[in-house]
């Protein structure tokens, strides 16, 4: 059977450009407006193409699709977070666009899928399961008679406008499920310890550093579910690097180093809310 092939879309983008004033490297990669090639020249587009077999196989492209600010030792020449590459994405929103994209390229990957509902929608869900269960039984489930609709978001898609939401301003929930190829691709990854390991905790920290906190904190709770599944056998060293990257303070990375000028921007945020209050 043929790999399945993945069509970058949903973001307008123009003809690439290098002529932009010269911001750093991961905001020139990631704006549409520039698609800035990497250091082995390729842009995100071409990368987010790729079928599984080459994600798997390639160790130097995760490094500019999700960036960190700590230098990675099996891609030296790979760029890192700075403060004003921090600052363009928490600051624009077609950047975390196209960061999610690359993220949600990565879920499918690993057999994931991402299920958005507007809140209220959210809520009655939750109230039906609850009632269901006191009906017949804790830990009764029941088929709903009534059909609901496909919220689970299709690779590709305008991240801007996924099932059910007509705005990110809507309030939502953002939910990451197996999906069916879950089994599959799990494979290489839902084991003792793999270097996709080691990728997952970038992805995490990369998420929570550029503005994609909703993101993150789904992504770990689907990974714990994981963890927690009795077929699996993930090492508690994998998921404690896991936990470190979504709980620590940001100027601290899961492997202990400490980053001068996010401990500057953490500190001054406190005492911004201090002074608020």
């Known amino acids: 059977m043929a790999p399945k092939k993945f069509k970058f879309s949903g973001i307008t983008s123009t003809k690439p450009s290098d002529t932009a004033p010269k911001m750093p490297l991961i905001v020139r990669f990631y704006d549409s407006n520039v698609q800035a090639q990497d250091s082995h020249g390729r842009t995100q587009e071409e990368i987010l193409a790729w079928p599984d077999s080459k994600l798997e196989s390639c160790h130097d492209y995760i490094q500019m699709l999700f960036p960190v600010p700590e230098a990675s030792a099996f891609n030296l020449g790979a760029s890192i977070i700075d403060r004003e590459t921090m600052d363009a994405f928490r600051s624009r929103k077609e ?3 196209r960061l999610r994209l690359s993220f949600e390229r990565m879920l499918d990957f690993y057999g994931f899928a991402v299920e958005m509902k507007p809140e209220l929608e959210a809520e009655k869900s939750e109230e039906n399961d609850e009632n269901a269960t006191d009906e ?3 830990g009764a489930t029941e088929e709903k008679a ?3 609709p496909d919220t689970t978001r299709k690779s590709g898609a305008n991240p801007s406008f996924p099932p059910g939401i007509t705005s990110y ?3 939502f929930t953002y939910t990451i499920v197996r999906a ?3 089994r ?7 084991v003792r310890f793999d270097h996709n ?6 992805i995490l920290r990369c998420l929570r550093i550029l503005g994609l906190q909703t993101e993150c904190e789904a992504f770990f709770k689907a990974l714990e579910e994981v963890y927690d599944d009795p077929a699996v056998k993930i090492s508690e060293l994998s998921l404690t690097y896991w936990t470190r990257a979504v709980t620590r303070p940001l100027y601290i990375a899961p492997d202990d180093e400490e980053i001068a000028w996010l401990e500057k921007w953490e500190g001054s945020r406190v005492e911004e809310r201090r002074g608020s209050e």
């Open 95 to 97: 950047l975390r666009d």
């Open 136 to 138: 017949k039984g804790e």
């Open 146 to 148: 009534t059909e609901t």
């Open 169 to 171: 301003t809507t309030p």
């Open 180 to 182: 069916p190829n879950f």
């Open 184 to 190: 599959t691709n799990s494979r290489n990854w839902a």
């Open 197 to 202: 390991h080691l990728r997952i905790t970038r």
